[in-house]
């Protein structure tokens, strides 16, 4: 390949890396600094009602759906979990609201909670959210990570054969004086955090 082509890689993935690294940046923030925002104000509410609760474990995916459907229900749809005491929890989650139904097979009824985030929720449920499930528009946002992931990858090796091709002497040096000590400091630091004390 030509270096023009090189150049055009690296500006189009560049383009592609700026709105998700700026929204990572944005997201991560209440995550890293959780003491700069208000103490949380997630507001909780909870109700039952009766429901029907025969046939959860021949599809727990289907009986989401309905309940979804009966009780307006929105979000991520969570995989279902059957708890030791028989009951099955469903959660469904968007950035701003997380729900939760929890059926008792017992008494055939069902448990909801609904919290509704506050700011530095809404942007920790963004900066958390993945996986390949949930509903199309899920499995799309989750590509779009996995696109930026590999543009970054791509932005530095064509970025690292684009200074390689255009410096000389002293400048090559000290380019891979840098390199090699960013890769030896992030190699330090990983081993740090995973095998210290």
């Known amino acids: 390949m030509t270096y023009d082509i090189w150049r055009k890689i690296h500006l189009f993935t560049g383009f592609i890396l700026l709105a998700f690294v700026f929204m990572y940046f944005i997201t991560g923030y209440p995550i890293i600094h959780h003491s700069w925002f208000p103490e949380s104000k997630n507001e909780k509410t909870k109700w039952t009602a009766p429901v029907e609760s025969a046939d959860i474990a021949a599809d727990p995916y289907a009986y989401s759906d309905y309940l979804q459907e009966e009780f307006g229900l929105v979000g991520k749809v969570q995989p279902p979990a059957n708890w030791e005491d ?69 932005f530095a090796v064509t970025g690292v054969y684009m200074w390689y091709k255009l410096s000389r002497g002293w400048e090559r040096t000290l380019g891979w004086i840098l390199g090699a000590g960013s890769l030896a400091f992030t190699t330090w630091v990983v081993l740090y955090l995973t095998y210290a004390a």
């Not at 139904?101 to 963004?126: C, K």
Request: aromatic content about 20%; hydrophobic content about 50%; overall charge neutral.
């Open 86 to 154: 028989g009951r099955w929890a469903f959660g469904y989650n968007t950035p701003r609201v997380w729900q939760r139904a929890i059926v008792d097979t017992r008494v055939d009824s069902v448990a909801i909670e609904v919290t509704e985030r506050d700011l530095a929720g809404v942007l920790i449920a963004f900066h958390r959210m993945h996986g390949y499930f949930g509903g199309w528009f899920y499995v799309l946002w989750a590509f779009l990570y996995d696109v930026a992931s590999f543009s970054m990858i791509i």
